[in-house]
C-alpha cells in the first residue's frame, strides 16, 4: 500500500530570522547595565499600575479625619496602616501614589501614541513629496519648536481648558514637531536608495511606497524616540498639574499632588518629597531605556 499522505513542509527559516533579530537585539540592549536596570523598574511601574486596586491599602481619595498629616510609619507618631503617611486631608500617600502611576503612565502612553501617529504622517508626506508642501510643514514645525514646550503647553491648555485630557492634547501637539522631523530626515535617506526606486518601476503607488516599503526602514530611531518622549510627557504633565492646568485634584496625579503640598513642605516633608521621587524614578528609568534602545538598535553603535 502506498502512503497517500501529503507532506507540507514548513519554512522555518522566518521564524529563525525573527528569533535572531530578538537575541541580537536583546545581547547589544544588555550590554547597557542601566537600560536592564531601568527596564526591570519600568516593568514593576506597569505591575503596580495594573494590580493598583488590588494592592493599594486604602481608596486613593478616601479621609481618615483622625489621621491628618500623618508620618510615615518609621517616623514617631506614624501608623502600620498608613506606611508612607497621609496628606493633610488625611489620604493615605502611598495609595494615591500607586494609583498616580496609572495616571503618569497612561498620560505617557496616550500623548506618545497621538505624537508618534501625528508625526509620522505629516513626516512622511513632507519627507516624500517635497516642494511646496514640505515647505509649509516644516515652517509650521519651525514656529512650534521656537517656543519653549512648556510654555506652549501652558498657553493651549489656556485655551483649550484645564483638565487632564486638554493637558494631553496640549502635550501631544509640543511634541508632535520632534517626530515630524525625524520621519522627514529618514523618508529623505530612504527615498533615494535602490530597493525604493525598484518598487517604484514595479508599479508601486505612493502610498504603498511610504507605508510599506520606506516607513519600516524608519522605525528604529522613531521608537527612540517615543520611548524619551514618554518620559517628557510625564513630566510636562506632572509640571502643568503642578500649576494647576493639568489634572485637578482630587485626582491622585504625582505633580497635583505636588501642588496641593507646596504649604507643608516645612512640617510635613513626605507629603512632597515622595511624588518629587515617584516622578524622578520613572523618568530616570524610561531615559535609561531609551538609552538602551538606542544603542541596540542603532547601527553605528553596535561593537563588533
Known sequence: MSDTTATIPVDFSGRRATRAMLAEFWF?????RGAVIGLYVFLTLIAIALLAPLIAPHAPNEQFRDA????????????ASFLLGTDAVGRDMLSRLLYGSRFSLFIGLVVVSIALAGGIT????????????????????????????LLLAL?????LGPGLLNAMIAIAIVLQP???RLTRAQVM?????????????????????????????????????????????????????FLGMG??????EWGTMLADAREFILRAWWVVT?????ILITVLAINLVGDGLRDALDPKLKRS
Request: hydrophobic share 55%.
Open 189 to 241: 535617506a530612504e527615498k533615494t536608495k535602490d530597493y525604493v526606486v525598484s518598487a517604484g518601476v514595479a508599479g508601486a503607488g505612493p502610498i504603498r511606497l511610504m507605508t510599506r516599503t520606506i516607513l519600516p526602514n524608519c522605525l528604529a530611531p522613531l521608537i527612540v524616540q517615543a520611548t524619551l518622549s514618554f518620559s517628557t510627557a510625564i513630566l510636562d504633565a506632572a509640571a502643568l498639574g
Open 155 to 159: 498657553v493651549l491648555v489656556a485655551v
Open 68 to 79: 491628618l498629616l500623618l508620618p510615615p510609619f518609621w517616623q514617631e507618631g506614624g501608623r
Open 122 to 149: 505629516i513626516g512622511l508626506i513632507a519627507g516624500f513629496f517635497r516642494g511646496w508642501v514640505d515647505i509649509v510643514i516644516m515652517r509650521i514645525m519651525d514656529v512650534i519648536l521656537a517656543f519653549p514646550s
Open 274 to 278: 515622595l511624588p518629587g521621587l515617584a
Open 247 to 252: 489634572a485637578q485634584p482630587p485626582t491622585p
Open 28 to 32: 547589544y540592549f544588555s550590554e547597557n
Open 178 to 180: 520632534h517626530f515630524v
